[in-house]
């Protein structure tokens, strides 16, 4: 099965950004970076493979 396109919205910039989601990490929480400002990105996803989706895209927290 091939890669699914999807819009999300940066939670650092707020930059509209295309990204491609593998239906086989279903359930997997993973971080990408930001094609824009290339700040951390934490991604849920959720769904099926007819129906995938991202449940968050959010802020990572930092380590202090």
Known sequence: T???EQRIT????????QVLLDPSEIG??????C???????????????????VQFAEKMNSAN
């Open 28 to 33: 997997q929480t993973y971080t990408e970076d």
């Open 10 to 17: 940066c939670p650092y910039c707020a930059e509209a950004l």
């Open 35 to 53: 094609q824009v400002c290339c700040a951390p990105v934490l991604f849920d996803l959720q769904g099926s493979e007819e129906d995938m989706f």
């Open 2 to 4: 091939g890669l699914i």
